[in-house]
């Protein structure tokens, strides 16, 4: 039976503030990190997610860390960093360091969190020298933004869990559920910082062509002003242009 899976944004990032999209690899804010402890207090499936899948970039791993600190050190559970889940864009915020890098900073990033959690938990294994070269799988044109969201279904539905959360980015989202609820051209991702959705898939995918749909709880999908994340219209309009 193919698992549930929650769907996060990562928090406010330095790079929403002011637009400032030529932050390369963007820090969560202090309000960011805010934002993850009150989605901590809110969220109902805290404590039945059996892994968490983060993109390689920094604000996407220290959402996962502050928003499941307590499961975190509790159940240390396993955190992976799947690069098919980074930014579609090549803006310097959507660029992540190298491999190396990033496999070195990521056990602090969770730590700073969740100081108890062993970093011998988490898997960096798919964190390759290519994963930040926007290039191929990572480029940012439609093609490849469409197809490393296949993969990252498939690759979703064959896991072994019931319950896996997936903390990526609000332009991927779209993307990745096939679902561009809340989207108006020119104004932004339809995803609020540290918004989450619940999603199964549906009854006609299998291992090799998956689809989703939302099932179950939701924050904060409703009615909204136009744009919240400018920064968002900047990565999706690149994208659409380079196809």
Known sequence: MPPTLYVIRHGQGEHNVNDSHHLRDALLTETGKGQCKELQEKIPFLQDVEVILASPLRRAIQTAAYTFAPELEKRQIPVVLVP?????????CDIGHDAEVTAA??????TDA??????????????????????????SNLSAVHQRAAEMRNWIYNRPERHIALVTHGGFLHYFTEDWTGYVKGKGTGYLNCEYRELEFTKDSNGTESHLRECGSTLEKQARPAGLDDHLFHEIEEVEKAS
């Not at 098919?84 to 310097?92: D, G, P, R």
């Not at 108890?116 to 926007?134: F, G, I, P, Q």
């Open 84 to 92: 098919k889940a980074q930014e579609i864009s090549s803006l310097a």
């Open 105 to 110: 900073e990521a056990p602090k990033l969770i």
């Open 114 to 139: 969740a100081p108890s959690w062993n970093a011998s938990n988490l898997d960096t294994m798919l964190v390759d020298v290519s994963w930040n070269s926007k290039k191929g799988i990572y480029a």
